[in-house]
């Protein structure tokens, strides 16, 4: 197993039940773990009916398992200021405003919420070696993956804008008198610098997803869901990223045989069409199944987390696969 755990999924599918319930098996394993959780409503927060926030703290009754919740709002705000502070000392206070305004409408882009947390999650990945285990409520989608091939690009672009400036840095030596230093210098440049950090956070991230992270998706038994994470596997696959394996959570219980009426008529039909799904899945999917949740009578929390992690399945071990 490796360091870092993702689960996936559309909205409501189940992410952070099933992440929860993960990050409750490997702690019991002994593993030092760590829950990270992105989701605005706070909803690890009422599985384990504690308070979190960006710092890790401990779970009540746990001594191995410490959650902490990213703030996706917080995240950007946090992100716009850097941007912010970083235009702030290249251009001439008169364009200062124009930036600000220009960075108030990138807080309200459907990309600024992805990108933000991404560099996040980059950072706690950084910063995760007092841990066994790193679980994440929530992979990276479509939008935030595409920055993974970004340090490509930017390698290009990097290297040809340090050609120029040193040829520029060649024609003020040449042109300049004595031996006085060149000013500008092309290992001094702060917006190359920033080009180079961003550069290798991001081929940091690739690197660790690809050697160090296990992506799981969770999913419920109807057609949407089904399209909707074969186009994740797809488009995880696309970035050298493999999907290890498919929780089905959200399983109608069938009635007992002697049970009849309109309620048990209608179970034993859905549990029937949920079956069709879960054969599909299994036929035709590449990652395999690796665990079946039965709905439960209401949230999971409590026992019910217990009892779910039961269902879960997934092998918790500390060795790399
Ligand atoms: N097997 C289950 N049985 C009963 N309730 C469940 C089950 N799985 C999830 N739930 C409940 O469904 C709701 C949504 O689940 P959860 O919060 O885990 O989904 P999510 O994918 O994290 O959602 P979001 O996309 O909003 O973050 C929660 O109230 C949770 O307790
Ligand atoms: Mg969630």
């Known amino acids: ?12 599918v189940g992410k952070t039940t099933v992440s929860a319930a993960y990050a409750h098996e490997c702690a019991t394993a002994g593993l030092e773990t760590l829950l990270v959780s992105t989701d605005p409503a706070h909803s690890t927060s009422d599985v384990f009916d504690q308070e979190f926030d960006d710092d890790p703290s401990l779970v ?33 206070a008169s364009l200062v ?30 910063n995760a070696d007092e841990y066994d285990r790193v679980v994440f409520d929530t992979s990276p989608t479509g939008g935030t993956l595409r920055l993974l091939s970004l340090p490509e690009y930017l390698g290009g672009w990097i290297g040809r804008l340090v050609e120029k400036r040193e040829r520029s840095v060649d024609l003020y030596e040449k042109a300049a008198l004595g031996d006085r230093e060149p000013r500008r210098s092309r290992i001094g440049d702060p917006i190359i610098a920033r080009l180079r950090e961003r550069k290798e956070n991001f081929e940091f991230a690739g690197e660790t997803l690809r050697e160090d992270a296990t992506f799981y998706l969770v999913m419920n038994p109807d057609e949407l869901s089904l399209r909707e994470t074969r186009r994740s596997v797809e488009s ?16 109608t219980p069938e009635p007992e045989d002697h049970e009849e009426g309109r309620g048990a008529r209608f179970l034993r039909e859905r549990v029937a069409t949920e079956r069709e799904r879960v054969a599909t899945v299994r036929g035709e999917f590449d990652p395999p199944l690796v665990a079946t949740i039965r709905t439960r009578v209401s949230e999971v929390k409590g026992d019910l987390l217990r009892s779910v992690a039961d269902d879960l399945a997934i092998e918790v071990t500390a060795e790399q696969p």
């Open 97 to 126: 405003n124009e930036i600000d305004r220009q960075i108030e409408l990138a807080h309200r882009t459907p990309g600024a919420h992805e990108a933000a947390l991404f560099d996040r999650f980059i950072e706690v990945m950084r």
């Open 236 to 251: 995880l696959r696309e970035r050298g990223l493999g999907v290890e394996g498919l929780v089905m959570n959200r399983l």
């Open 60 to 92: 009540d009754g746990y001594d191995s398992l410490s959650v902490m919740e990213i703030d996706p709002d917080e995240a950007v705000d946090e992100h716009l200021m850097e941007i912010r502070r970083a235009m702030g000392d290249q251009v001439s």
């Open 1 to 12: 197993m490796r360091t870092f755990v993702l689960f996936g999924g559309k909205g409501g």
